[in-house]
């Protein structure tokens, strides 16, 4: 089961904020790496009560909510005699977490309190043996030093420093070791307890090995508030971080606030021009989140598009298939900046022979060299959907020569013998064989490129794909539809252990949906779907990828909700949209983030969340369904609801 979280960012700092307000993990400089173990908290000890309270812990009652049309994050609390919020958010221009605790005496007595900060951080995880985790609290610039280095010479030698600066100036602090329980560098966390802290300059350990804190004391009266905020400022060296730390700092915290609503609102009135009207509150909401979430999870820098901003699984890369599908919601949006970006990484990280390898790193660098084909196809589809939204042909002459390389991939990938197209790979990464979704995205890539090559009057080219597109489109109808319906593959050519079959697979779908390679209403198409619901019976219902799945266990998943309402969207059939849509909505975790799937028993959110291209999925299909309502009478609907 995954833990509810809120995330918040810049493009090129990511964190991750749990529900109870701890901030867990942030990635920096980019927003799949490096991994940062934050462990950042906040308390107040009671002097009246002798009582160290955690924010995070059963002592305070937590809700937590982004402010409305933002990725600003707001956790209040409360308890008897005392109340707390907490605004977290990531600057837009400069890479710092900004954290700020307002605490109110709601008891009818004066409260002596001291309010403290405290973090265990582990400074690039992955690179663990790079160093030690090194502490330090500069006293001259007032603010806590976190690299991972070299003890003995004190050297910043790592690729990554934090500085952690409180706002007011705080009035102690404290550097400790991860679990000592006396002595000069007692840990952090245990110091806090009695609400004196030793003020202990310099610790160092192992790689999770280190603790601070900062702390300041406050009297209020009844009623009366109380604020702090806590600055954590990332550079790749410490004069980036220092001139980082001293550029938020010559802004009040109410100003950095405005600064970031102001950013998220501005940008997001381009979406709200294309959210369409869908009777439903939830659901535009939905929609609107989706979107603030998908530009949190594409790289500034670079334009990739990452799956999800998890560890287990580990989706932190950018597979092409994926991030196409982001890009398209992005386009459809008016977001074409956003759009083009990503094209403009998938022109970079081409291989010579056309292909884009299984996933990579933000930066471009791949991560696993498996081959899926779709992926080329999907690439080339999605760039000639951004022309069409954009009308810009600068950007075709750009791409021509990444294009054809991928379409005369796809060709040569066409087994001359089977007349289908062989991957390595399938989209679930399981099999590989002459697949029905690889060959649509192929197709549909093929018939995209045909259209780019008529743009550029490349005629011979433009025939030349199209017939080969037509071919594989006969192919498929000829050889993957047997019996009546389409099958994922009939014989593949390496059987993945756990799989029974490879006949009914929600993937499928892609002939339709989006590709339109095949007629959505065709009678083996209709089949398809009937047989697909037909396989499985879980007792939450829904849908999964396939009957015999047994990733995680073999659950549902939102992607194959969000699949199937697209097909009945493209069919019209308005019900059977909003009852997967329904699905989708009752097993959405907090801030209406879509897991990857659905644990089958409980209904529990397993694996990745939140999953990226479901929510860009979510986006195409309210967007069509927002269609089906303009055409459809209003009154009849509201007498249904």
């Known amino acids: 089961m995954i833990q509810d979280f809120g995330v918040v960012g810049n493009g090129e700092l990511l964190a991750k904020i749990r529900t109870d307000g701890a901030m867990t993990e942030t990635y920096y400089p980019s927003i799949g790496f490096f991994r940062h173990i934050i462990q950042s908290q906040f308390g107040v000890y009671v002097q009246e009560t002798d009582q160290c309270l955690w924010f995070t812990t059963p002592d305070f009652e937590p809700e937590q909510r982004y402010l409305e049309d933002t990725n600003v994050l707001q956790t209040s609390y409360h308890r008897p005699g005392l109340s707390g919020q907490i605004l977290d958010f990531v600057h837009p221009e400069h890479n710092a977490v900004v954290r700020s605790l307002e605490v109110q005496n709601t008891s009818s007595h004066p409260l002596h309190l001291a309010l403290f900060h405290t973090e265990a951080s582990s400074v690039a995880d992955h690179k663990g043996e790079f160093g030690y985790n090194v502490t330090y609290y500069n006293r001259l610039g007032n603010h806590v030093v976190r690299y991972r280095g070299h003890p003995w010479d004190k050297a910043v030698e790592a690729q990554v420093v934090w500085l952690i600066s409180g706002v007011p100036q705080p009035d102690t602090y404290q550097c400790g070791v991860s679990y000592q329980a006396e002595g000069a560098g007692l840990d952090a966390f245990a110091d806090v307890c009695d609400g004196v802290l030793q003020q202990n300059r310099y610790a160092f350990g192992d790689p999770t090995g280190t603790t601070s804190a900062l702390m300041w004391r406050r009297t209020l009266e009844p009623g009366e508030s109380t604020s702090i905020t806590v600055l954590l400022v990332a550079g790749m060296s410490l004069f980036d971080a220092e001139d980082t730390l001293n550029a938020v700092r010559r802004r009040h915290p109410d100003r950095l606030l405005g600064e970031a609503v102001s950013y998220w609102r501005v940008w997001l009135e381009k979406g709200k021009r294309s959210l369409p009207t869908l009777h439903d509150d939830r659901l535009e909401t939905l929609y609107l989140r989706s979107l603030l979430l998908l530009k949190l999870l594409q790289d500034r820098k670079y334009g990739s598009l990452i799956a999800a901003p998890t560890l287990e699984p580990d ?23 956003e759009a083009a970006h990503f094209y403009e990484w998938c022109r970079r990280t081409q291989m010579h022979d056309g292909l884009w390898y299984q996933n990579h790193y933000t930066d471009g660098r791949r991560h696993w060299s498996g081959i899926q084909v779709d992926q080329v196809g999907s690439v080339i589809w999605g760039a000639w959907q951004h022309f069409q939204l954009t009308g810009n042909r600068q950007f075709l002459v750009e791409m021509w020569p990444t294009l054809q390389r991928a379409a005369d ?25 002459y697949l029905t979704y690889t060959n649509a995205a192929c197709v ?97 219902d829904g849908v999964g990828r396939y009957a015999s799945d047994l990733f995680v266990g073999g659950n549902p998943w939102s992607l194959s909700a969000i699949w199937l309402a697209l097909y009945f969207a493209e069919t019209g059939q308005v019900d059977e949209v909003r009852r997967q849509l329904d699905w989708c909505l009752k097993h959405a975790m907090q801030h209406d983030f879509l897991p990857e799937q659905s644990n089958k028993q409980t209904g529990a959110p397993c694996s990745a969340a939140p999953l990226a291209w479901s929510h860009a999925w979510m986006i195409i299909v309210l967007q069509r369904l927002g269609e089906l309502y303009r055409n459809t009478d209003v009154w009849s609907l509201e007498e249904k609801g």
């Open 315 to 337: 989706y932190r890369y950018c597979w092409p298939r994926d991030a196409v599908y982001l890009a398209w919601a992005l386009d459809r949006c008016g977001y074409h900046d």
């Open 409 to 433: 991939y796809v060709i040569s990938r066409v087994h001359p013998e089977v007349k289908l197209v062989y991957s390595e790979q399938d989209l679930w990464e399981e099999t590989g064989g």
């Open 444 to 540: 549909a890539g093929l018939q995209s490129a045909a259209s780019v090559a008529r743009e550029m009057g490349r005629e011979t080219d433009a025939t030349r794909w199209r017939t080969a597109a037509e071919a594989l489109r006969n192919q498929i109808q000829i050889q993957l539809a047997p019996d009546g319906y389409f099958v994922g593959e009939q014989d593949p050519d390496r059987r993945f252990p756990m799989r029974a079959d490879y006949l009914l697979d929600i993937s499928n779908l892609g002939l339709a949906v989006p590709y339109r390679v095949i007629p959505a209403d065709s009678p083996e198409m209709v089949k398809t779907v009937q047989m697909l619901e037909e396989s499985v019976d879980y007792p939450i």
